[in-house]
């Protein structure tokens, strides 16, 4: 990876940022909201797994509830595939628009699928390319 692939993934997260204030984001787990976090990203997250007794249906209409947009972030493997399916559906057939941009984009030049990398492959990137002698 060179310097501007880097500046283009600092990109994407400022991106993600300003859009996540005005947007539900959802998430798979605890672990990946954690991640979104840790690079900055403040938003309503919504946890498709760990909630007891909600279902993925449920998440989408307390998303509708109070948000016209919602950003799918959850991993890229064959099970988040199967999520964001599911999410991007119901989330269509209630009015909501979905983004999913940021986690295609970031999760690919990060070359991980796991949500819950991206902090640790940023803090890693960040030292290469800002290293003090």
């Known amino acids: ?10 990109e994407i997260i400022e991106d993600l940022k300003s859009e996540a204030t005005s947007c539900a984001v959802i998430v798979e787990g605890k672990r990946d909201e954690e991640g ?4 900055g990203v403040e938003a ?8 007891i ?12 509830e109070n948000y016209k947009c919602a950003i799918i972030f959850v991993d890229i493997d064959r099970a988040g595939k199967a999520v964001a399916k599911k ?8 009015g909501v628009v979905t983004v999913e941009r940021y986690r295609l984009n970031l999760l690919s030049k990060l070359e991980t ?11 890693r990137l960040t030292e290469i390319f800002y290293r003090l002698d």
């Open 36 to 39: 979104l976090k840790a690079i």
């Open 53 to 64: 007794g909600t279902t993925i249906l449920e998440i989408c209409e307390r998303v509708r």
């Open 1 to 10: 990876m060179n310097f501007s692939e880097y500046v283009s993934i600092l």
């Open 44 to 51: 309503e997250f919504f946890r498709v797994k760990g909630e």
């Open 113 to 123: 699928e796991q949500v819950e990398n991206v902090p640790v492959r940023i803090r």
């Open 87 to 94: 999410l991007r559906h119901y989330l269509s057939q209630m």
